[in-house]
DNA sequence: AATCAATACTTGATTCACTCAAGTAATGAA
DNA sequence: TTCATTACTTGAGTGAATCAAGTATTGATT
């Protein structure tokens, strides 16, 4: 488990709840890909090849370097999870996707994160109106 | 930077909302301790010793192994921000405390991690408190 | 057509976080 | 006095992340 992001000192209650929740959110992350094996890092870079793409484009998306997707895409490959194709367009560039084995553990990762969707499904549709509305003004 | 979290596939716009604040949040919590020559764990570590305690207490409270608390500890310990002294009660055990150094690097970080005080102060007061409230309900 | 910088990715080296297993030393209870 | 427990350290191993350097291909320029 990665150490929590916070808190320094909060300076309000606002503050502390966000830390809590973000805290609350990040450990189940993590748990529901250790479940199947995954590590986070593993589990963010399945989720997103619902789409064949390239691996500088997950670097770009994922805001690191290529080197670190080609490592975890490595990985990922050799779990039988992903697969590298050429790019028929471009002979230096790789198409990566899901394997069918990939698709279904991504479908199980997405069962076995029930955090968020498991909070946000406590409030009510107006009261998630209002999250939104909130998170999105407090997001600037 | 670590890969951010999620979205998995996001089932609502609150969800996918909240997931952009928390991946946004762990980036800020990541560049200020940056700004700092400091990691995340490390930033961490040292804003939880506002009072000396013991390595135990510690890994409890962050719900990690004893054995990565002694490594970080190690580190900001070289890097002259904390002290390990002997706990006179148990020869077993030591108390860490931050430096003089160690408390003014962590004030540092405290003003450099601005993201959660900005995105709350883009609240009223009055929506500081919905946010509270609803964030509450959503923990359960 | 030939040249060459830019692009897409890989490789190798290094650092740090994290975990587990095993070790040491001190404590405290039987 | 014995011995399990506690508090922490050490060592080994994995993975994430970054940087620098390398290869192959592309595409623009001459």
Same mark, same amino acid.
């Given at each position: 488990?990665?150490?929590?992001? *916070?808190?320094?000192?909060?300076?309000?209650?606002?503050?502390?709840?966000?830390?809590?929740?973000?805290?609350?959110?990040?450990?189940?992350?993590?748990?529901?890909?250790?479940?199947?094996?995954?590590?986070?890092?593993?589990?963010?870079?399945? *989720?997103?090849?619902?789409?064949?793409?390239?691996?500088?484009?997950?670097?770009?998306?994922?805001?690191?370097?290529?080197?670190?997707?080609?490592?975890?895409?490595?990985?990922?490959?050799?779990?039988?999870?992903?697969?590298?194709?050429?790019?028929?367009?471009?002979?230096?560039?790789?198409?990566?996707?899901?394997?069918?084995?990939?698709?279904?553990?991504?479908?199980?990762?997405?069962?076995?994160?029930?955090?968020?969707?498991?909070?946000?499904?406590?409030?009510?549709?107006?009261?998630?109106?209002?999250?939104?509305?909130?998170?999105?003004?407090?997001? *600037?």
């Amino acid at each position: 488990m990665a150490l929590p992001n *916070g808190p320094v000192a909060t300076s309000s209650k606002a503050e502390a709840v966000l830390f809590e929740l973000i805290d609350v959110y990040d450990r189940a992350y993590e748990a529901a890909a250790a479940e199947l094996s995954l590590s986070s890092a593993q589990a963010c870079v399945l *989720g997103r090849l619902d789409e064949r793409r390239g691996m500088g484009a997950l670097a770009e998306e994922l805001g690191c370097d290529a080197s670190n997707i080609t490592q975890i895409v490595a990985r990922l490959e050799g779990l039988g999870l992903v697969a590298r194709e050429p790019n028929p367009r471009d002979r230096r560039a790789r198409l990566v996707a899901r394997t069918p084995r990939g698709d279904e553990v991504n479908h199980r990762f997405a069962e076995a994160f029930t955090f968020a969707r498991t909070a946000i499904g406590r409030l009510s549709p107006d009261e998630q109106d209002q999250l939104t509305a909130l998170l999105r003004k407090a997001l *600037g």
